[in-house]
């Protein structure tokens, strides 16, 4: 169950979260459970003996059913997590889908803003890896290792809104990692 018990624990042994990502104010952190399509976000501040605790703030539930991996029901441990560097919006690869939670309470609480469906034509996979790139955050990049490329989307950093630029071919991309180029002197 959420939060008490021993070391502060806010996730069920079913939900195995399987990546994690934190608000900008370090406040709050987020934890993906792709397995089951769910994101848990969880206030981060200390118990009564000066240890690091973690307490449930609230369960986003993601996919289900065929949602899962847009198949047949099941679910997939595919995922990925991004959060804005201001912190207005978290971005979650889940279930073969992109979804955009806009933030309020210092990020603690979550509302879709947008679910991007896997593109109509051409090779998909469920994204691996998400990555927020450019000036202002400007484009959303995804890894799609099962379709060998790297997807390109355009952010609307008001709304928090995607849009499909393009798309990159690269042999089983498996994470994003954006760097200002040239590098700053």
């Not at 690869?93 to 309020?104: H, W, Y």
């Amino acid at each position: 169950g959420a939060g008490g018990g021993e070391g502060g624990g806010v996730v069920r042994v079913e939900d195995g979260p399987t990546h994690l990502a934190s608000h900008p104010s370090g406040g709050v952190a987020y934890a993906l459970c792709a397995g089951s399509g769910v994101l848990l976000v969880a206030d981060v501040g200390r118990d009564g003996k000066g240890r690091g605790a973690l307490t449930l703030a609230q369960r986003v539930e993601l996919v289900n059913g065929a949602d899962a991996d847009g198949t047949d029901g099941s679910s997939s441990a595919a995922g990925a997590l991004a959060c804005s560097s201001d912190g207005s919006f978290v971005y979650v690869a889940c279930g073969g889908r992109i979804s955009a939670l806009r933030t309020s309470e210092g990020g603690r609480r979550l509302e879709l803003a947008q679910r991007e469906a896997p593109p109509a034509s051409g090779p998909s996979a469920p994204p691996v890896g998400l990555a927020l790139a450019g000036g202002s955050e400007e484009l959303l990049l995804s890894a799609e290792q099962g379709a060998d490329l790297v997807r390109i989307y355009r952010r609307d950093v008001a709304s928090g809104r995607l849009d499909l630029a393009g798309e990159v071919g690269c042999p089983a991309p498996c994470c994003v990692l954006p760097l200002a180029w040239p590098p700053p002197a």
